[in-house]
């Protein structure tokens, strides 16, 4: 089978997107090898990812990588003669002229659709106008949920019978446990605090960091928040740490001191719980990844986390500080909870490793093969 891959989040996005497109082709390099794979990516500077040994990589040479993405790359499809082409993050080349190739796509979320308060107009317009041109190129459609399935039939009645839910793999890191050398490097490293707690994510409104920030006002002066992730909202969430006076009790870790995935599954390991309150989530894989590291998450019951989260986490009533507070302290009082959590967190993330996620993703290809 030859199977060709959107691969620019692979390359050039450090979590989120990236950590999902790059899980993905690692896993089916490693286990499904006899197949061909062809990744297509932009050519552009500041490339993070560098394990594409086995694929046959293509780019866009001198035309600009958006116009080629978007309208060339179907082109390009037909040359290579695929048999499968994958969309990994949400879209499809708009044109598709190739009858032999069979177009899927994953969709991760309609959050800008749900909550298009959290999004410039901009932005809105172009996810509808390429989730749009998704849907009616796809073959068929991988949502990344069942939540997200449920928001994709609700705004594309018409897709329903071609998408299948397959959650997103969790890294194999992840569930390998660091030794005390190992977790001492990475303290120092990144110089973090002896009692924390973690938030790994985009810094966005609709992740409801501030939330995390007021939160860390209202608990145990002894804990500090870690923040993993970049965002447009870095600026005024540092203002809310100072306006709180809990700014000295946050560490902030992106960009030059963004941690790659051995280190970060090393931070999960050292955190006493990770926490993910955000307003919607497509799907959360923080959680798994949180969970894979035995670290007990703390979230909300709503959207899709519930369904990443398992019986793993403690749930909040709602995303407010109080509340977020109140779970906090329930997690960390009750040592028997917190035991108990740990051992079922990491059986419910097993079930996220990535040979049985691509064993499922390459059923899928094989069934729409003609």
Request: proline share 5%.
């Amino acid at each position: 089978m030859i199977v060709g891959f959107d691969a620019k989040r692979a390359y050039y996005n450090t979590r989120g997107l990236g950590s999902y497109s790059r899980t993905v082709l690692e896993a089916v390099q490693k286990y499904f090898p006899s197949n061909d794979y062809h990744l297509f990516k932009p050519r552009k500077r500041g490339r993070i990812w560098n394990n594409d040994t086995g694929f046959a990589v293509h780019d866009n040479g001198v035309m600009p990588g958006a116009y080629w993405r978007t309208f060339q790359l179907g082109s390009e499809v037909q040359n290579k003669g695929l048999d499968i082409f994958h969309g990994l993050s949400n879209e499809l080349p708009i044109f598709l002229p190739s009858k032999t190739t069979r177009y899927v796509v994953t969709v991760h979320d309609l959050i800008w659709w749900k909550h298009p308060e959290y999004y410039p107009l901009i932005d809105k317009q172009i996810y509808k106008w390429k989730i749009l041109k998704a849907m009616a190129n796809a073959d068929h459609v991988i949502a990344v949920s069942e939540n997200t399935k449920l928001d994709l039939i609700d705004f594309f009645p018409e897709v329903k019978n071609k998408i299948s839910v397959i959650y997103p793999p969790c890294g194999e890191v992840f569930y390998q446990k660091k030794s005390d050398l190992n977790l001492h490097g990475i303290r120092e490293k990144f110089n973090l605090p002896e009692r924390f707690i973690l938030y790994v994510g985009s810094l966005s409104k609709n992740k409801g960091v501030g939330n995390l920030i007021i939160m860390l006002s209202q608990i145990d002066s002894g804990l500090s928040l870690v923040i993993v992730g970049e965002g447009s909202e870095k600026g005024s969430l540092s203002e809310l740490s100072k306006k709180h006076k809990v700014a000295k009790r946050i560490y902030w870790l992106a960009q030059s001191t963004n941690p790659d995935q051995m280190e970060l599954s090393g931070i999960y390991q050292m955190a006493l719980a990770t926490i993910l309150s955000s307003q919607y989530e497509g799907f959360g894989l923080p959680i798994i990844e949180s969970l894979a590291s035995r670290t007990p998450v703390i979230t909300i019951n709503h959207s899709s986390l519930p369904e990443a989260a398992g019986p793993g986490a403690v749930y909040a009533n709602s995303s407010s500080p109080d509340d977020l507070s109140v779970a906090i302290t329930t997690l960390l009082s009750d040592t028997q909870l917190y035991n108990w959590l740990s051992n079922v967190g990491i059986e419910h993330a097993l079930r996220f490793k990535p040979q049985s996620k691509v064993r499922e993703l390459m059923g899928l290809y094989q069934n729409l093969m003609p």
